[in-house]
């Protein structure tokens, strides 16, 4: 089974994103979790499970906590998607 088209699924960018472009979008996927660059919406997007959708934020969130950027922003408000 092919992934749905990027016009189909609802991207949404961070919470932190600013309007500056240079953001990643994430997308609930069927048991998965799709990743866009945001200033190439109609490009080619990756895809990973659910664990490593967990995986990739809990290491993200470990970094900066060690940084002054603060939280990815993803995942805060619905459980990771």
């Keep these: ?7 189909v699924v ?3 960018k961070s919470t932190y994103s600013g309007n500056g472009g ?8 069927v048991g998965a979790v799709g990743i866009r660059d945001s200033k190439n919406p109609t490009d080619p997007f990756l895809t ?3 664990d490593e959708w967990a995986a990739l934020l809990g290491e993200l969130k470990r ?5 002054d950027t ?3 922003g993803f995942g805060d408000r ?4």
């Design 10 to 12: 609802r991207w949404r």
């Design 48 to 50: 990973l499970g659910r």
């Design 22 to 29: 240079n953001c990643v979008e994430a997308a609930a996927l």
């Design 78 to 81: 619905d459980g990771g998607t």
């Design 70 to 72: 603060g939280s990815s």
């Design 1 to 7: 089974m092919s992934p749905p088209a990027p016009s």
């Design 63 to 67: 970094l900066s906590a060690h940084s």
